[in-house]
């Protein structure tokens, strides 16, 4: 019952999303931040309901090394439980299904976790998400090791952190 209804509040969190990109004054959006060989850019929550179980958060992992690596892990002081989770249209349905192996990121390349897509999932929310604010989060790699993110809180609806006109700059 509480899984069924973790998955249809971040649905409806989903469902909110709209092409458009939030950004917020004060924040250096696109800042990145390394650890080992990889680069942290562009990350951020989405806001929250005041009494929703669960959020969501995002960032796009690039690997400047020579071997792969593997997000395993993620934490928050602000949710009893962090996973990874990916979802994906099975005909009309909007599947999410938790990664507990991880993601790998491949050597060379970059991976992005997005709305609608491969993502960071929290579940047991102590406070809200609130627009504006930041949460902290910790990523785990099997070879870098462990980063601290500090990740603004942007709209319900926000794809991004960057500005619209920022967009083909960042690929």
Known sequence: MLRASIRAAFAAIVMLSSSAAFAHEGHNLGATKA?????LRGGFARA??????VGGAFVT??????TPDRLVSVSSPAADVGQIHDMSMEGDVMKMRQLPDGVVIPAGETVTLEPAGLHIMFMGLKQPFVEGQTVKV???FEEAGTVDL?????GAAADSSMPMDHMDHAK
């Open 35 to 39: 650890v080992g060989t990889l680069e």
């Open 48 to 53: 929250t309901l005041p009494n929703a179980p």
């Open 61 to 66: 992992i690039t690997n400047n090394g020579a």
């Open 138 to 140: 910790t990523l785990t």
């Open 150 to 154: 500090d990740l603004p809180v942007l």
